[in-house]
C-alpha cells in the first residue's frame, strides 16, 4: 500500500517513522510548510511537498494519515476523502462537532475507511486491562481515575488541554466501561498558556465514577489509569505498560507497630501482581497503523471509529465549555 503523512509535527513524525517499518507498506510522500519537516520527510524516503493540496494533486495513494493542526483536520480530511483515500485523522477527530460531522458525512459517501488516532485503545496494556474488566476479576467497576500530566507543548496549543489531552481518557474511559459517560463535570483554568492548561473532569460511565485529572504545567510526564472494582484493583502505567493487579483484602489483624505498618502497606503498587499480557511492549502506534490498514485493505473492523471520536470531542468541549464559563482564578504572580 502507498501511504502518506499531512502533517509532520511531533506525532506526524511518527507516523511517518512507522510507516517505513510495516512490510508491504511503501511511505510514498509527506506534506508540510516547514522546510525541516520536509527534510525529514526526504530522510525517509518520502517526497516532500509544501501542502497537502500539491501532495493529493501528484500521488497515487491509498491511505493517508491527518497530523496537521487540530482545527485544520475538517478540510484536509475532507479533501482526501473526496480523493477516494482511506484516512487515518490524528485525535481530536475535529475543533468542533460541526466540523467532526461534515468529516463522518463525507466518510460515508466515499465509502472509504476513516479512523481517529485514540491512540490508548492500542496499547497492549490498555487491552489487558479491558479484559480484566470484562472478565470480572476486579467485580463490579466501581471507579475509573486517569492522570495526564506534563510540561506545556512545543509547539503552541490550538485548542484547550481538555480538547488535545483529554479527548484520549474520555474516550479510554467508554471503551473501558463499554458505556457512554454521562454528567460530566469540569474545573480548570489557564496557568500559563493562552488557552486552559490545566483541569479536573468529574463523570459517570454506567456504574462507575470517572474522575480525570489533566495538565500543561506540570514538571513530570505522567500517564496512569487506576480501575477500582468491589473485588480488586489495577494500576495501569501507560507509558511502561506496567500492570498490576491486587485482589481484594479479605481481612487479617492489622500492623501492630509503625515499621509493620510501612512494610505492609509503603510500597503501593509495586505491591500488585504483575500481569503479563500478549504484545507486551510493543509501540501503540504501530499497531494501530497496522490496524488502520488492515482495515483498509481486508475489510476489518474499524477499532476506533468517528461515531466514538465524535463523542468524546462532545465531552471535551462541553467540558472545556464549563472551565471557561467559571469565575477565573487568579493566578500567583
Known sequence: ?????????????????CYTEIPGVTLAAAADPDPAAMEAAIRLGARAYGSAEDLLRSE???????CAPTRQHREI???????????????????????????????????RVLMVGHIERFNPAVRALKRLIAEGRLGTLLQLHFQRLGLRPRAAPDVPVVVDLGVH????????CGAPLEDITALG????LGVPDYACLLARCGAAAVTIQLSWVTPIKLRRVI???????????LVTQDLRWFHRDTG???PATFPE???????????????????????????ELEEFLGAARFGWTVPAGGQDALQALRLALEASRQIAAAEPVPWPA
Open 169 to 176: 481518557d474520555l474516550d479510554l474511559a467508554a471503551c473501558l
Open 77 to 111: 480530511a475532507l479533501r482526501c476523502l473526496e480523493a477516494g483515500l482511506h484516512v487515518l485523522v490524528e485525535k481530536p477527530i475535529a475543533a468542533t462537532v460541526e466540523d467532526a460531522e461534515d468529516i463522518l458525512r463525507a466518510a460515508e459517501r466515499s465509502g
Open 252 to 254: 487479617g489483624d492489622e
Open 1 to 17: 500500500m502507498r501511504v502518506a503523512v499531512i502533517g509532520l509535527g511531533a506525532m506526524g513524525r511518527h507516523h511517518a517513522r
Open 60 to 66: 497515487d495513494l491509498d491511505a493517508v494519515s491527518v
Open 261 to 287: 505498618f510501612v512494610a505492609r502497606y509503603g510500597r503501593g503498587a509495586e505491591a500488585g501482581v504483575a500481569l503479563p499480557f500478549p504484545e507486551q511492549g510493543r509501540e501503540p502506534l504501530r499497531i
Open 189 to 192: 483554568g489557564r496557568a500559563v
Open 227 to 237: 480501575a477500582c472494582g468491589t473485588d480488586g484493583y489495577a494500576e495501569l502505567n
